[in-house]
């Protein structure tokens, strides 16, 4: 595994961790009944902004995780390869694709709005949990590429 | 745009030159292990750029590291 797919596994297994936290986190208040409250657009924003910091403290834990058990298993020392040609490529296409997804995702979510009965701030919460996944989903293609070589 | 295929000879040419390794090549022309398997694979075609620094650490003019056919299906030089 090269040092770059190496970035990518580590950036996929902890997009999906907080992910998944920040769906439990999100049904928490909306079963509760909080986001229909006066406090809402408070829960809303502070929300992001630990999902924020929690996204780089559990990016930073993990990627040190991966190091230690990298080195350890393999006996190679973590090189300090820069991106070459292709792995730009790699990142634009997955990119692309990503971009992509996130639009569909928030033109469906607008089209929910519009025509369903769902509040603001829950489509806040959803915008945000379909940008991780449209992050999600450009780490799987980056995978499959550098699998398949491009 | 019309599709081709480009094919290659730097596994070839890697064993007629010392039987370089993968490894030596990348770290000749600035890229990674993993890109220049891709190349030899016919998987991932080069830039022009990356194409001539290849033919230059062989000592060889480009047309013999990289050839080009219009012809859809055609087989890899060099299938790993």
């Known amino acids: 595994m090269s040092s770059q797919e190496k970035r990518v596994a580590v950036s996929l297994i902890s997009s999906l ?49 991966f190091t230690i058990v990298h080195t350890v298993a393999t006996g190679e020392q973590a090189g300090e390869d820069s ?37 603001p701030y829950l489509v806040t919460l959803l915008t945000i949990a379909c940008l991780y996944g449209a992050s999600i989903l450009s780490d799987c293609i980056k995978l499959v590429l550098y699998r398949r070589g491009f | 745009m019309k599709k081709g295929q480009i094919s290659n000879n730097v596994r070839r040419l890697r064993f007629e030159n010392h039987e370089m390794t ?14 220049i398997v891709a190349i030899e694979k016919c998987k991932y075609s080069p830039s022009l750029e990356l ?13 013999d590291v990289f050839s080009f056919c219009m012809e859809k299906k055609v087989t890899c030089a060099n299938p790993s």
């Open chain 1, 17 to 65: 961790i907080v992910l998944a936290l920040y769906i439990y986190y999100g049904a928490g208040l909306h079963n509760s009944g909080a986001l229909d409250g006066p406090e809402a657009s408070h829960l809303v924003g502070r929300s992001a902004f630990i999902m924020i910091g929690a996204g780089i403290v559990v990016s930073i834990v993990i990627h040190i995780l």
């Open chain 1, 83 to 119: 991106a070459d040609e292709r792995d730009k490529l790699i990142e634009l296409k997955a990119m692309q694709i990503a971009f992509v997804t996130f639009s569909f995702g928030f033109m469906a979510l607008l089209g929910v709005m519009a025509f369903g009965d769902i509040g």
């Open chain 2, 22 to 35: 993968q490894q030596q090549l990348a770290k000749a022309v600035g890229v990674s292990r993993q890109t």
């Open chain 2, 51 to 63: 194409a001539f620094l290849i033919a230059h650490t062989f000592n060889t003019p480009l047309g």
